[in-house]
T-cell receptor, first 113, second 111 residues
């Protein structure tokens, strides 16, 4: 298994609070990604990073920000959580960009009440 | 607009038989396709991929077929085993790192 650790694994919080999810990898891969998984939607890309301090938006980036200050860590922040952001969040990594599979962490289940 | 579609939410197959999971796409620019398997409370696990320059790729019990003219992708599992019971996602990309996923098909393999 790829060395990907997501923390926390579960979190319950209230609407309007800030939330930060962490993804840590031990593979030294350049690319890191954040997805959310919702019923009827599969996995949708939120943000991704192609290097330290290099990030870009994905399909569903509104309400989310990311930071990558070290190769091994990719943080996802919900500045002011809303109930629509209740979801399961997955981090993924890949060694290069084109035509390489991404490998996923085990997810963070986030509930916003 | 769903660019990658898995129209069968579920599939039930007897152990030892073939499982065929299907995926359709609309973007003719997709040139890399993947299948992932997902167990509950775990992340998706990469199974097999295929480049658009090929029409078939095999890895053990898993074979992926690509029909570019029909914009159709399928995953064959032979023989199916109870441990194959999971949700299967197809995904596609246009020579980039941005994968577009289908909504998944839940496969159940029964004895």
């Amino acid at each position: 298994d790829a060395g990907i650790t997501q923390s926390p694994r579960h979190k319950v919080t209230e609407t309007g609070t800030p939330v930060t999810l962490r993804c840590h990898q031990t593979e030294n891969h350049r690319y890191m990604y954040w997805y959310r998984q919702d019923p009827g939607h599969g996995l949708r890309l939120i943000h991704y990073s192609y290097g330290v301090k290099d990030t870009d938006k994905g399909e569903v980036s509104d309400g989310y920000s990311v930071s990558r200050s070290k190769t091994e860590d990719f943080l996802l922040t919900l500045e002011s959580a809303t109930s629509s952001q209740t979801s399961v969040y997955f981090c993924a990594i890949s060694e290069s960009s084109a035509n390489q599979p991404q490998h996923f962490g085990d997810g963070t289940r986030l509930s916003i009440l | 607009d769903q660019q990658v579609k898995q129209n069968s939410p579920s599939l039930s197959v007897q152990e030892g038989r073939i499982s065929i999971l299907n995926c359709d796409y609309t973007n003719s620019m997709f040139d890399y396709f993947l299948w992932y398997k997902k167990y509950p409370a775990e992340g998706p696990t990469f199974l097999i991929s295929i480049s658009s320059i090929k029409d078939k790729n095999e890895d053990g019990r898993f074979t992926v077929f690509l029909n570019k003219s029909a914009k159709h992708l399928s995953l064959h599992i032979v023989p199916s085993q109870p441990g194959d019971s999971a949700v299967y996602f197809c995904a596609a990309s246009v020579n980039t790192d941005k994968l577009i996923f289908g909504t998944g098909t839940r496969l159940q393999v029964f004895p």
